[in-house]
T-cell receptor, first 114, second 112 residues
Framework: DAGVIQSPRHEVTEMGQEVTLRCKPI?????LFWYRQTMMRGLELLIY????????DSGMPEDRFSAKMPNASFSTLKIQPSEPRDSAVYFC????????????FGPGTRLTVL | QKEVEQDPGPLSVPEGAIVSLNCTYS??????FMWYRQYSRKGPELLMY????GNKEDGRFTAQVDKSSKYISLFIRDSQPSDSATYLC????????????FGPGTRLSVLP
């Protein structure tokens, strides 16, 4: 099993540019989570999907952030326009709903907005 | 007051020491308690998982939960340099979303 796959692993962009982060969850998992991690704020939940449907997006910081899950094997997190304060590591995690209360994390995307 | 508080660290100990990592929380609805370990530039991975109060042991690791005090601990015996990582507590009331909360993490260094 390849685990949760995220791409790109690193992204450096300029303020105002659009950024798209990608995630492939573990096959068979039906819940997917997007987190943001910074030194100041720790690990913050942005949004989570259950069976491809967004369930809780209350952690999405503002309208510049959007997330989609068009099918069970793919999700995107988009930031448009990006700002320097969006610099962080973004993690995707997946989970099998009804199973053990465990999330499996991807390796993360380190985003730097200049 | 944050919902979950954790000793900020960083914590440095010599190899072989016993390490105690702690979290306190405020939401009495939490029933599931976890410890995740995060190596540098990696995603967190589940280390220990407990339900309700009590102890759970797995090798050199012991997780303790005291729901009456809203306090959880992770003990590492005979610590090894490979244990050097950030440890995050996490807890949930059984649901996800904002009901699944991570602590800010404690960075541990075990010196050979």
């Amino acid at each position: 099993d390849a685990g949760v796959i995220q791409s790109p692993r690193h992204e450096v962009t300029e303020m105002g540019q659009e950024v798209t982060l990608r995630c492939k969850p573990i096959s068979g998992h039906n819940s997917l989570f997007w987190y943001r991690q910074t030194m100041m704020r720790g690990l913050e939940l942005l949004i989570y999907f259950n069976n491809n449907v967004p369930i809780d997006d209350s952690g999405m910081p503002e309208d510049r952030f959007s997330a989609k899950m068009p099918n069970a094997s793919f999700s995107t997190l988009k930031i448009q326009p990006s700002e320097p304060r969006d610099s962080a590591v973004y993690f995707c995690a997946s989970h099998l709903w009804g199973g053990k209360n465990e999330q499996f994390f991807g390796p993360g995307t380190r985003l730097t907005v200049l | 007051q944050k919902e979950v508080e954790q000793d900020p660290g960083p914590l440095s100990v010599p190899e072989g020491a016993i390490v105690s990592l702690n979290c306190t929380y405020s939401n009495s609805a939490f029933q599931y308690f976890m410890w995740y370990r995060q190596y540098s530039r990696k995603g967190p991975e589940l280390l220990m998982y407990t339900y309700s109060s009590g102890n759970k042991e797995d090798g050199r690791f012991t997780a303790q939960v005291d729901k009456s005090s809203k306090y959880i601990s992770l003990f590492i015996r005979d610590s090894q340099p490979s244990d050097s990582a950030t440890y995050l507590c996490a807890m949930s009331d059984g649901n996800y979303g904002q009901n699944f909360v991570f602590g800010p993490g404690t960075r541990l260094s075990v010196l050979p």
